[in-house]
Each structure stands twice: as C-alpha cells, then as structure tokens.
C-alpha cells in the first residue's frame, strides 16, 4: 500500500513538472478549500442520486423542459423594488448582513484566489466583479458580501437548500435548470469547446474523438451534451466521456497527468485554462452556443427582478461596469473585440 502511494506521488510531481500557473493554482485551491471554505458539502441521498445538479429530474420535469424554449428569455422584467426576498437580506444583521453568494474559486479570471495577491489570496474575477456590483445595489456595499465556494454539482442543490441567495459561477441557462430555479438575464455569451494538448491529434469536436478519453465537470452542460450526442449518433461512439469531476479544474489536471486526453467545457474558460499553460489549446471552433445568468431561488421574484435591473445598469456603464471588467479579466484570453461574447439585448418573456 505504501508503495503504491510513493509511485502515485512520484507520478503527480512528475504530471506537474513544467506546469507552473496551473500547478500553483492547484496548490492554491487546496489550501483555499481547507481553510476558506467553512461549509461542509454534505450531500443527501437525493443529491448523490441525481449526481449531476440537475441531472435527477422526473419524467414530468423532463418533458416539460422539451416544451421550453429560448430559455435565456425566460426571465422576469427588471425592477429596482425590494421585495420579501431582499427584505430579508436587508434585515441580517452584523457581520451577517451580506449577500450569500455562491462562486466558483478555481477558475482563472472568472472566480480564483490569486496566489500573487499580497497572501491576501482574495477572490477575483469577471464573475466576482458583477457579484460586488450587486452587492453595492442591494446592501450599499460592494464589500457586504459572503462567498461560498461551490463546487459545479451542487449549484442547485445550495440554492434551493437556501445555502446561498444566488449563484453567480459562469452557470449555463438551460430548460432543465429552469424546472430548479429561476435566472437572470444572460450576462455572457459563449459556447461549448475543446481543450487538448497542442500535441494532439484532436482537431475538434468530430470523429478525431474516436477512441479518446473526454473529461467534463459533474453537473455541466458539456457533459450533457456530450451524453444527448453520444446517444443520438452524433458523437463517435467509441469516445469515452465516463471521466466526470466536481470541478472543472480537475479536468484540466486530470489532462496534465494523462489521465484524459481532452477537456470539454465552455470556450470562455477553456480560453482561460489554455492562459495558464502554453501546452494545451483550443481545438476546432465552439459547437454549442450557451449564455450565464445569476441563478436564484424560484420564488424569489424581487431578487430576479432586482438583478435584472442591476444587470441593465451594469451593462450601461461603459466606465465601471461589463465592458471595464471584460477588459480587466478577459480580454487576454477571449480577445479585445468583446462583441462575441456580449449577451443578446435582453427579453423578459417570463410573466410570474
């Protein structure tokens, strides 16, 4: 048995030789998840069943989702009212009176603790800036806010378990979350993607696949996606997609060691991961198109409003708002032309 250990630690210190960025944020996210994190991810007996967030839905619910469409539309109007919901958060007090919200601590620009940050090792981000924004709207303080770091699989389990008031986790609008809670606007734009070493013979998301191990996160919609296509023909069959992990990071050192030969997840963070190592790269064009929203609970009608109207403001504010923070966070990664990755102008088709 303690052989066994040896060889495993000799071959991640050899998996992570020559790694630098991605293997200092590993390290990181792991000493973040030890001390930072104060929630224990306790799960109950349906959430291991469902396994994947939104995975263990009925066959109601499933056919109810197919009749769903445009589902980044179904939103409600903005509004800049308190309700129940933001009366309650309002009424915390102390250090308790912040907004919960539920993030992401290991994706690279989006929401990660940088190791480079004066040990301060605080979150940072695209996502955690809009997560300040709302925070300054609803409680005057752009500071006045808890973060959770949530893992992918359980990003609707914490909403509707009221761990958080939302989740704010580059978090994909879909028909069938939308049976589980209730979205925002779309605030980004992006689309499914590969991410393979650059040595590799994938070329993208069509027969190179062939015989090739894939990871994705629990819980995403890259697997979902692969397992719908998989199931109808349309991706190779002798593709493996069996490797899945609680978090997107994973995959990227399950890559590193050689445990995948290839990572699907949104091209906005594969964008990201391929920043961190000049070793990987994005193979072929995105073969999905997919919007994030700020996901919240289903009856919680005054905070999806509220955000909504945050949401039109942030966008507007061309000096500290959406364009500032892509120019910040993304610009190096996705490019300086922003308009790909700029949401729809805005729908509310959602009436109650």
């Known amino acids: 048995m303690k052989g066994g250990v040896t060889m495993h630690a000799r071959r991640l210190r050899a998996g992570l030789r020559g790694w630098g960025g991605v293997g200092a944020m590993a390290v990181v996210c792991a000493l973040a998840l030890a001390f930072a994190l104060l929630l224990p991810l306790t799960q109950s007996a349906e959430e291991s069943r469902g396994g994947r967030g939104d995975g263990g839905t009925t066959h109601v619910d499933q056919a109810r989702a197919e009749e769903c469409t445009d589902p980044e539309r179904q939103t409600l109007s903005p509004s800049g009212a308190d309700g129940s919901t933001i009366d309650a958060i309002k009424a915390r007090e102390g250090e308790k009176r912040k907004l919960i919200v539920g993030v992401d601590q290991n994706s690279y620009r989006w929401g990660y603790r940088n190791p480079n940050s004066a040990g301060t090792a605080e979150l940072e981000g695209f996502d955690i800036d809009l997560v300040h924004r709302i925070a300054q709207d609803i409680l005057g303080d752009p500071d006045a806010v808890q973060f959770k770091a949530i893992p992918t699989n359980q990003r609707i389990p914490a909403i509707q378990e009221g761990r958080v008031d ?67 023909s349309e991706l190779v069959s002798s593709a493996d997609i069996s ?51 700020v996901a919240m609970q289903k009856d919680a009608d005054d905070l999806v409003r509220r955000v909504n109207q945050i949401l039109v403001d942030y966008r507007e504010d061309t000096a500290n708002g959406w364009q500032a923070s892509y120019e910040k966070w993304l610009s190096a990664t996705l490019g300086e032309d922003s308009t790909k990755s700029e949401p729809p102008a805005p729908q509310y088709l959602r009436k109650s």
């Open 166 to 232: 939302m989740i704010v986790r580059t978090m994909t609008i879909n028909c069938s979350r939308l049976e589980d809670v209730a979205f925002s606007a779309p605030y980004f734009k992006t689309g499914q993607q590969l991410l393979a070493p650059k040595s590799s013979t994938i070329t993208g998301y069509d027969d190179s696949l062939a015989g090739k191990k894939i990871c994705t996160a629990e819980g995403s919609t890259a697997y979902t996606k692969l397992d719908e296509d998989q199931k109808a």
């Open 243 to 293: 490797l899945t992990v609680p978090n997107q990071l994973d995959c990227l050192v399950r890559l590193q060691l050689g445990e995948a030969d290839a990572v699907v997840t949104d091209g906005a963070l594969a964008a990201s991961q391929a920043a961190q190592d000049p070793t990987v790269e994005l193979k072929g064009a995105p073969f999905t198109t997919e919007y994030y929203g």
